[in-house]
């Protein structure tokens, strides 16, 4: 089997027409026409993750957050991203990447948080916006919002969160005194959606990052609750493997064993 071929699965899930203007989803580097002998499946793409890839014979490396933001000027040994495409190369490793198409995408990453929390009737909390047309597509788009099975106490909720997410700690805003049934949703770096998370009715708001004054602007209308970025979107090994799997059963993929946080804690 060509990567191509498992790549082209990838993108029947997660087409790159959903993601952002922004982002750069998609191959970074490598040879897709060659044969794939394992995958390789992360997070972030750093140079041990190269080496770990490298050790388990896998020459295809999926991750959430591309390698390539920018068009690179050099391609030297000066920066880890460089150090990254010079050593993929001289491996012939392909690296590719599925980021913000993974999150708009009908299935994606919020809604595998949504399962993860015991969300029930999730639905896209902002309908992704066809370009010049100005047409909404409902199946898809950024955050998902849905409904507990239960009433739950704010603090009971926060715990479990803790729990689910495996956290250290956990920020949140301060606390309304209400129950909470309606959550909405949104991995990464998601507070840009809390004006859509309190128009929805929702009582609280799941995200990997905000700024300072988004802790203050919620103003008591709903709960912030703020797990971290990378222990937001780390399941996205697990997505990855439930698209590969089902499509390509039998197919060697390993998840990275490598802890890609840039965010230590003490």
Known sequence: MKIE????????????????????????VGDVEQMAKGVLLCLDVTEDVLDEAIGRDCNLII??????????????????????????????????????????????????????????????????????????????????????????????????????????????????????????????????????AIASGADVFLTGEARYNDYYDVQNRLLLAVVGHYESEICTKELFFDIISKKIPNFVVHFSNVDTNPVNYM
Request: with cysteine.
């Open 5 to 28: 071929q498992i790549i082209d699965e990838l993108e029947a899930f997660a087409p790159l027409s959903l993601q952002e203007e922004w982002d750069n989803s998609g191959l970074q």
């Open 63 to 196: 991750s959430h957050h591309p390698l390539l933001f920018k068009p690179l000027r050099t391609v030297s040994d000066q920066t880890y991203i460089e150090r990254c495409v010079i050593k993929a190369c001289k491996n012939d490793l392909v690296i590719y990447a599925a980021h913000t198409n993974l999150d708009n995408a009908w299935g994606g990453v919020n809604f595998h948080l949504a399962e993860k929390i015991g969300l029930q009737q999730v639905q896209i909390l902002r309908p992704k916006q066809l370009p010049v047309v100005g047409q909404q597509l409902p199946n898809n788009g950024s955050g998902v919002v849905g409904t507990l099975l239960a009433d739950e106490d704010e603090e009971s909720f926060l715990e479990r969160l803790k729990t689910i997410f495996h956290l250290e700690c956990l920020k949140y805003s301060p606390l309304t005194g209400k129950k909470i049934r309606k959550v909405a949703v949104c991995g990464g770096s998601g507070a840009f959606l809390i004006p859509d």
